[in-house]
Nanobody, 120 residues
Framework: QVRLVESGGGLVQAGGSLRLSCAASGRTFSRYALGWFRQAPGKEREFVAG?????YYVDSVKGRFTISRDNAKSTVYLQMNSLKPEDTAVYYC????????????????WGQGTQVTVSS
């Protein structure tokens, strides 16, 4: 069982930066593939970034967002730079005991989400 708790969301102007954190419980954190998803109002949940042995990003955030993990702290991060209004969404971290995937159904554990709002 893994419990995930996100933090770091907020309101930022376009062009600004935020760093999201996701703290995980459990002693086997290093074994999980991790992902960040986001969901804007009226839209489906969208894969943003993921990592296991490698990292993967959706095209719309490549070069702006960076996913990283600190296994000693059981924490995964999403550094978001050059934010745009279209990045506004609730951001969720997720953990999978399988392989890293951009498909939400592949992830067994989810955080509660943190709101990111980018003003123009």
């Amino acid at each position: 069982q893994v419990r995930l708790v996100e933090s770091g969301g907020g309101l930022v102007q376009a062009g600004g930066s935020l760093r999201l954190s996701c703290a995980a419980s459990g002693r086997t954190f290093s074994r999980y593939a991790l992902g960040w998803f986001r969901q804007a109002p009226g839209k489906e949940r969208e894969f943003v970034a993921g990592m296991s042995f490698t990292t993967y990003y959706v095209d719309s955030v490549k070069g702006r967002f960076t996913i990283s993990r600190d296994n000693a702290k059981s924490t995964v991060y999403l550094q978001m730079n050059s934010l745009k209004p279209e990045d506004t969404a609730v951001y969720y971290c997720a953990a999978s005991s399988g392989t890293m995937s951009n498909w939400p159904a592949n992830y067994e554990y989810w955080g509660q989400g943190t709101q990111v709002t980018v003003s123009s």
